[in-house]
């Protein structure tokens, strides 16, 4: 019997189409700028997302660094969210390779980054303050349940970030994700920052890759530093064969993981022993709390394990399910059972 991984969607496995568009891409050395495939890939992201240009890179972190490096020179601040991905699991990397510092203010649970918390933490210019270059926004926001970023919020940020004359990146791994939650397309959604990086890797069942969009200038900058950080790759054009079809064929069935993510979320909300905040489940990203006078969270996991069950424990008692392509409604309903036949 298959294993029933919740840990992430970046478990994905490419599709049968990706698969033959892989084998079958014309490629050539990248370095070079003589990949068509991976050329046509990068033109469909820029096209995508209405930006001048982008750049496929190997991971979602790179493309988050090289963005960051782009924007800001070696003492430059960078405000974001004390939940974001780029703050917690990133190694640090925009302060240990850019000099880069972060200054970070609370993440609301809705992912959003509350304007008079930036407000405070905005630098006026003083000889003892890094200068505050950029805000990064995460949409859809990972660890606040997956939340989608509205329209209307990152537009705000956007007056904010013009009156302060500051840049936004956007770390959009899932951007799709929030594009089909909150039935906008994704150009609107990222319409109002300078850069954003999103995906092909986790929802989309690519199996490697990340891009980055923004004005032609700063595309090549990222270019410059892509090199530099090793992300120069030679005929890639077979991974960017696979993105192509993620970007044709994958954006519509996100619907149903939020779906399934939604039914799971339900059933687990009704489980004695088990806490989330329905509310909060938009996407496919549920986080659950187990409180449980009997079972102790190591005891939940094996148990989960036992039965070929997959998720992740963030914290102590607190656990993480990602719902995917490859994850069914029958798979739903087992997992339920499981939950219930451990807790009850
Ligand atoms: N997230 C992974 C883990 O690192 C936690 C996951 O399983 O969710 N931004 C966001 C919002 C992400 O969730 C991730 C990966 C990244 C960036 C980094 O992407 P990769 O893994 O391609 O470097």
Redesign the pocket.
Request: glycine content about 6%; some cysteine; hydrophobic content about 10%.
């Given at each position: 019997m298959p294993s029933i991984d919740l840990r992430?969607d970046?478990v994905t496995q490419p599709t049968e189409a990706m698969r033959s568009a892989m084998a079958e891409a014309q490629v050539g050395d990248d370095v070079f700028g003589e990949d068509p495939t991976l050329n046509n890939l990068e033109a469909m992201a820029a096209r995508k997302t209405e930006k001048e240009a982008a750049i496929f890179v190997p991971?979602?972190?790179m493309g988050?660094l090289i963005s960051i490096l782009a924007h800001c020179a070696r003492g430059d601040e960078v405000i974001l969210g004390d939940r974001s991905?780029i703050f917690l699991?990133e190694v640090g990397g925009m302060s240990a390779l850019g000099g880069i510092h972060p200054h970070i203010v609370p993440n609301n649970d809705d992912g959003t980054l509350a304007l008079d918390a930036l407000e405070k933490v905005v630098r006026h210019t003083d000889i003892h303050y890094p200068p505050t270059r950029i805000i990064c926004l995460?949409n859809t926001h990972?660890y606040c349940q997956g939340a989608p970023l509205p329209l209307g919020y990152m537009r705000e940020v956007a007056g904010f970030a013009k009156k302060h004359s500051l840049g936004i990146h956007l770390?959009g791994?899932?951007i799709f994700n929030a594009a089909v939650a909150l039935n906008v397309d994704v150009a609107s959604l990222v319409q109002h920052v300078d850069s954003v990086m999103f995906?092909l890797?986790k929802g989309l069942s690519a199996p490697v890759g990340?891009l980055v969009c923004g004005t032609k200038q700063f595309i090549l900058k990222a270019r410059k530093l892509r090199k530099m950080v090793g992300g120069g790759m030679r005929q890639a054009g077979h991974l960017a064969a696979a993105g192509r079809v993620a970007l044709e064929n994958q954006i519509e069935p996100l619907k149903k993981d939020h779906q399934l993510a939604r039914q799971l979320a339900q059933g687990l909300a009704d489980i004695t022993g088990l806490e989330l905040n329905l509310e909060q489940v938009k996407t496919n990203i549920i986080f659950f709390k187990l409180n449980h006078p009997k079972v102790e969270p190591e005891a939940f996991l094996s148990h989960l394990e036992s039965e070929k069950i997959k998720i992740l424990m963030i914290d102590p008692a607190v656990f993480r399910a990602?719902l995917h392509r490859e994850i069914s409604q029958e798979q739903i309903v087992k997992v339920l059972s499981v939950c219930r036949a451990c807790l009850d």
């Open positions: 992430s970046t991971s979602g972190t988050n991905h699991n995460e990972n770390d791994a899932r995906c890797s990340s990602v």
